[in-house]
């Protein structure tokens, strides 16, 4: 059991021996709103291309938000585990937090549909601070929402800045009535020395964070605030942050742009000198984890 390393894990992982792909659920979408043909999906960040989707297309066709959710939750779901998933499992993470809507983390583990209880301790509705599932002592944590919950899923500009609104609130403020229990900021928890792990962004306060499968575009604002104010407190020195935060990408990776500003957020990366479409890949990044 690892127990001071948790993993983040994107996307990429269901890309390998998987065929259908994000740009394919992008296209079924339109399709499915009525627009086929219609909506220009090059260079345009998902979040606003979704909020065309949603208010231009699926109004005009008479959808509601929450049957474009289900669809898309639908279509998520169908992707089976990989031989990635279950290395994963074999690891013995104690905490993985992921950006993934669907259950293959939990399938690879053994887990059935009757195991998919959310066990945070808020249970919420829409976003997605506490949401984790139990996994055999361990947890997962469903960052960006649940199939089984398409409420849940993090789509949309709407969704992503209410979810960075009740991040900060946690982390900075406090939540207030936002919730059946009120938390004290994790900023005044930090400072006291007394944190308990129940959200999932405790974590990257208080545990070496190993990123991987991940893009981390620009528009993942949630995220990009996170590593940038907890970058703040390590510059300032206003609370003692001793964890680090490592993103592994393949070496090949064009966008300067963004390893300039990870390293300026103090997260440590950790290039990998191959493509990252087959397993190869990750599994060198298991054994650096491990190794290290």
Known sequence: MIENKVILVGNGINNIQNTYKWKNLILDLIDYVGAKGQININKKPFPLLYEE????????????????????????????????????????????????????LERAQGLKKGDLENIGVVKESKYSLFRCINNFGNKIWHIHGECNFPR???????????????MRNYVVTGTGDSYNR???????????????????????????????GLRLDFVEIHLWWLLTYSARIKFTKQIPIKNKIFYFYPANLS??????????????????????????????????????
């Not at 849940?152 to 009740?166: K, M």
């Open 255 to 292: 966008n300067k742009n963004k390893l300039d500003f990870l390293k300026s957020n103090d997260v440590i990366l950790r290039p990998i000198n191959m493509k990252p479409d087959n397993t190869e890949y990750y599994f060198r990044i298991f054994d650096r984890i491990l190794r290290r």
């Open 53 to 104: 989707i949603y208010l231009k297309e699926a109004k005009k066709n008479g959808l509601r938000e929450d049957q474009i959710k289900s669809f898309i939750a639908e279509k998520t779901n169908q992707i089976q585990p990989n031989e990635i998933h279950k290395e994963i499992s074999n690891v013995k993470f104690r905490n993985i937090l992921t950006t993934n809507y669907d259950y293959n």
């Open 152 to 166: 849940t899923i993090t789509l949309g500009y709407e969704h992503y800045s209410g979810y960075l609104q009740h």
């Open 182 to 212: 009120k938390f004290k900021s994790l900023r005044k928890r930090l400072k006291s020395g007394i944190v308990k792990l129940e959200s999932w962004i405790d974590y990257f306060f208080k545990k070496n964070i190993f990123i991987i």
